[in-house]
Structures are given as C-alpha cells and as structure tokens.
T-cell receptor, first 114, second 113 residues
Framework: SAVISQKPSRDICQRGTSLTIQCQVDSQVTMMFWYRQQPGQSLTLIAT?????????ESGFVIDKFPISRPNLTFSTLTVSNMSPEDSSIYLC???????????FGPGTRLTVL | AQSVTQLDSQVPVFEEAPVELRCNYS??????LFWYVQYPNQGLQLLLK??????LVKGINGFEAEFNKSQTSFHLRKPSVHISDTAEYFCVVSRSGDYKLSFGAGTTVTVRA
C-alpha cells in the first residue's frame, strides 16, 4: 500500500484568505483524488488531479475555488480560495494502488475558517 | 450514476456481541463495493472489498461482508466486537473499471463494555 502524507495536518484561517494543502506519496501513482468531508458528513469527491493536465472537477466544484496542481506522479496540491466558514472541513487526498480499483487515503487536513 | 444508502446512522453494541451494518446500493451497471473504517482522529482504512467471484468477502480485524446482487446489498458483519472497533464505517461503491468512489453517509459504531 502507498504511504501518503498531507501538510498541514490542520489549520485555522481567516475568512477571505486561501490555503494550499499538499499531498505527497511515497511511490509513483497513476490516479490522485481530492475529497472533502464536511463536519458530521460523508466524503464527497472534489476532483481528479491529472498529471500534466488540468484537474477534472465534479459537479458543484470549480477550478477558481479549488485550484489543483499535479506536477509529477507523487505530488499534488489543493488550494481552497477565498475561504468562508462553509469551507471548514477535512480535506483528504487519495491515490489508487497497484490494483487500481483500490484507493488509499491520506490522513487529512482539518481546516477551520473563522 | 450509483448511490449508496447506509440504513443505520448509529449502532451501539456491547463488547463481544455481534454487529451488522446494513448497506444498499443502486446502480444500472456492475459495481465494485468497499467498506472503509475511520477510527477517531485517524484516516480512512480499507476493511474489505468485493470486485467479483465469491459473494462472501473476508476483511481485516475479523470483519466480513456478503454481496447480494438480487437485493443490491453489501452488509458488513462481525461476530464479536471489541472496544477498539468503535469507529465510523463507510460503505462505498464504484462502477466497475471506474476510479470514482461514492460514499454512503456512514454508520457510527460505539462499543461499550
């Protein structure tokens, strides 16, 4: 299984600012994803981070709000832009394993927006 | 599109008792099914998965699940729970060959001594 780290693990931010979350994997992976888990709720897929091309966003999520980079096969960033209290969530990255139907999740970044 | 319904939001259970977490899905195509667990203040961990073949799937920590195509269900069971099984459990579905996961709302299992 892949070992995934995320930075920061948690942060408290002011309304209107932006935060960039990093996801690092210990091996090259084909697919990387970003999820959001709002307080007391389940996980929702934000986007697929594509290496060398623009991310693919799910319905309800847009690039201006959640810009994503994926410069190589082991690293991705998610930026939460112009934050509001409604963006307070846990943000998780995931990657597909060698058996591509299996996904492994990072520890998450707990974001609180005041 | 596929969707997942977890029928119980909270399941309190005594230590050493059995537990069953119910999950139903809807999809017009063949699916892969998963159960993930999220321990308090920890990340998500895969418990087990069904891709094809035997409908009874065994996972880690003594958990097992049975795929029932006619009832579109994938219930999770453990014959005897421990305090350490206290966690949030998610039933997850994806279309066969697709990487996108659809999560159920989750079931909180609280094990009491």
């Amino acid at each position: 299984s892949a070992v995934i780290s995320q930075k920061p693990s948690r942060d408290i931010c002011q309304r209107g600012t932006s935060l960039t979350i990093q996801c690092q994997v210990d091996s090259q992976v084909t697919m990387m994803f970003w999820y959001r888990q709002q307080p007391g709720q389940s996980l929702t897929l934000i986007a697929t981070a594509n290496q060398g091309s623009e991310a693919t966003y799910e319905s309800g999520f847009v690039i201006d709000k959640f810009p994503i980079s994926r410069p190589n096969l082991t690293f991705s960033t998610l930026t939460v832009s112009n934050m509001s209290p409604e963006d307070s969530s846990i943000y998780l990255c995931s990657v597909t394993g060698q058996a591509s139907n299996e996904q492994f999740f990072g520890p998450g970044t707990r974001l609180t927006v005041l | 599109a596929q969707s997942v319904t977890q029928l119980d939001s909270q399941v309190p259970v005594f230590e050493e008792a059995p537990v069953e977490l119910r999950c139903n899905y809807s999809s017009s195509v063949s699916v892969y099914l998963f159960w993930y667990v999220q321990y308090p203040n920890q990340g998500l961990q895969l418990l087990l998965k069904y891709l094809s073949g035997s409908t009874l799937v065994k996972g880690i920590n003594g958990f097992e699940a049975e795929f029932n195509k006619s009832q579109t269900s994938f219930h999770l069971r453990k014959p005897s729970v421990h305090i350490s099984d206290t966690a949030e459990y998610f039933c997850v579905v994806s279309r066969s060959g697709d990487y996108k996961l659809s999560f159920g709302a989750g079931t909180t299992v609280t094990v009491r001594a």
